[in-house]
């Protein structure tokens, strides 16, 4: 198993478009997180799924932000209507629980 | 909202030197996680210690954890440039669903 894997690493969109990153966890990890992270600060929790339920959704996620992890496999973050606010770069990572969290490289999203 | 607060927020030694980095945290904890960050990257998971473990070792690296006080060190012995990064550290709550929640990180820069 080679890790934690994001795709796109780097994502540039024009404001108003809709974008959508996908990670695929290391294999049996039961556990994946969706962060965000701007310059400077610590990673923001955004959402994390337990196999395919979606187990919380922050409060920073508005309505146009949606994850999914159909099957309890890889998973997809979906902006919508992108916004110049929304430049970032998320984070994904899977565990097993009660156990370390493994990251993938993140996507780095530039909204122009 | 982070859990966590590091501190000192930056810390600069000559290489060689000891660099000790703390944490503080608010909510009972099943774990306390340290991970490290070079510029642009992803996280690299360092060390995880339980809430009934008060001491652990990985190489140069020594994490303590005080229950009582809600907090944590991690000390890197004998630094080497290779260290520059920031260093964060994460815990996982003992209620709830128990997501993984970052702190602000403390930017080490080791001068060679």
């Known amino acids: 198993d080679t890790g934690v894997s994001q795709d796109p690493r780097h994502k540039i969109t024009k404001r108003g478009q809709n974008v959508t990153f996908r990670c695929d966890p290391i294999?049996?990890?039961?556990?994946l997180y969706w962060y965000r992270q701007t310059l400077g600060q610590g990673p923001e929790f955004l959402t994390y799924?337990?196999?395919?339920?979606?187990?919380?959704k922050s409060r920073l996620l508005s309505d146009r932000f949606s994850a999914e992890r159909p099957k309890g496999s890889f998973s997809t973050l979906e902006i919508q209507r992108t916004e110049q606010g929304d430049s970032a770069m998320y984070l994904c990572?899977?565990?097993?629980?009660?156990?370390?969290?493994?990251f993938g490289q993140g996507t780095r999203l530039t909204v122009v | 909202s982070q859990q966590g607060e590091e501190d000192p927020q930056a810390l600069s030694i000559q290489e060689g030197e000891n660099a000790t980095m703390n944490c503080s945290y608010k909510t009972s904890i099943n774990n306390l996680q340290w991970y490290r960050q070079n510029s642009g990257r992803g996280l690299v998971h360092l060390i995880l210690i339980r809430s009934n473990e008060r001491e652990k070792h990985s190489g140069r690296l020594r994490v303590t954890l005080d229950t009582s006080k809600k907090s944590s060190s991690l000390l890197i012995t004998a630094s080497r440039a290779a260290d520059t990064a920031s260093y964060f550290c994460a815990t996982e709550p003992n209620f709830g669903n128990e997501k993984l929640t970052f702190g602000t990180g403390t930017r080490l820069t080791i001068i060679p």
């Open positions: 294999s049996e990890h039961n556990r």
């Open positions: 799924f337990q196999n395919e339920a979606q187990l919380e």
């Open positions: 990572a899977s565990s097993l629980e009660l156990l370390e969290a493994f």
